[in-house]
Nanobody, 119 residues
Framework: QVQLVESGGGLVQDGGSLRLSCAASGSIFTIRAMGWYRQAPGKQRELVASITTSGVTNYADSVEGRFTISRDNAKNTLYLQMDGLKPEDTAVYYC?????????????WGQGTQVTVSS
């Protein structure tokens, strides 16, 4: 199993910045990809950004150019640098991993961290 703990959320003004962190522990060697999702009130959870073990990144159109996903393999930590935040970025942000163990894919989620952008 993989355990994920997010941190770094908070309240920021329109145009501000935040950096989210996600510390992974447990069966780290099984991780094949990591990502950030978000869920706003009354909306479905959506992918924000993802990164593979080889460093290939993918971003939602709504955050492209404003958010940057990265990982520190030595610290087993995933980051999401969010710049130019907008009120519509307000949501609970979740860290996610896709892991492969004994031929079976597993998905793990963190507990979520609240990001609120005021106008």
């Amino acid at each position: 199993q993989v355990q994920l703990v997010e941190s770094g959320g908070g309240l920021v003004q329109d145009g501000g910045s935040l950096r989210l962190s996600c510390a992974a522990s447990g069966s780290i060697f099984t991780i094949r990809a990591m990502g950030w999702y978000r869920q706003a009130p009354g909306k479905q959870r959506e992918l924000v950004a993802s990164i593979t073990t080889s460093g290939v990144t993918n971003y939602a159109d709504s955050v492209e150019g404003r958010f940057t996903i990265s990982r520190d393999n030595a610290k087993n930590t995933l980051y999401l640098q969010m710049d130019g935040l907008k009120p519509e970025d307000t949501a609970v942000y979740y860290c996610n991993t896709r892991s492969l163990a004994r031929g079976i894919w597993y998905t793990y989620w963190g507990q979520g961290t609240q990001v609120t952008v005021s106008s």
